[in-house]
């Protein structure tokens, strides 16, 4: 079992930045791909970004991508979300999520077995 704790989200301005971070602990992190997810109110949780095991492949949401920077440092057992130019509508909690690595990438919230508790984002116009 993997243990997942994100850290990093609050209050911003339209155009601003945030970095989000996920500590991992329990199980060797880089048998794991990790995913970051976001949950609006009143809306369904929804993909934003995945890794791989060693870092060398990502992927993104069309919605952020340009913006958005996921990244990984298996030596602190950390994953990372670097958000820029953030935009009222990426006002969510963002939650980290792994999936073994023996698995396909996968942008689906259920296909992940491990989630962080999540972290708040608000970014204001």
């Known amino acids: 079992q993997v243990q997942l704790v994100e850290s990093g989200g609050g209050l911003v301005q339209a155009g601003g930045s945030l970095r989000l971070s996920c500590a991992a602990s329990?199980?060797?992190?880089?048998?794991?791909?990790m995913g970051w997810f976001r949950q609006a109110p009143g809306k369904e949780r929804e993909f934003v970004a995945t890794?791989?095991?060693?870092?060398?492949?990502?992927d993104y949401a069309d919605s952020v991508k340009g913006r958005f920077t996921i990244s990984r440092d298996n030596a602190k057992n950390t994953a990372y979300l670097q958000m820029d130019n953030l935009k009222p509508e990426d006002t969510a909690v963002y939650s980290c999520?792994?999936?073994?690595?023996?698995?396909?990438?996968?942008?689906?919230?259920?296909?992940?077995?491990?989630w962080g508790q999540g972290t708040q984002v608000t970014v204001s116009s």
């Open positions: 329990g199980r060797t992190f880089s048998n794991y791909r």
């Open positions: 890794i791989s095991w060693s870092g060398a492949f990502t």
């Open positions: 999520a792994a999936r073994p690595s023996f698995l396909s990438k996968s942008y689906v919230p259920s296909e992940y077995a491990h």
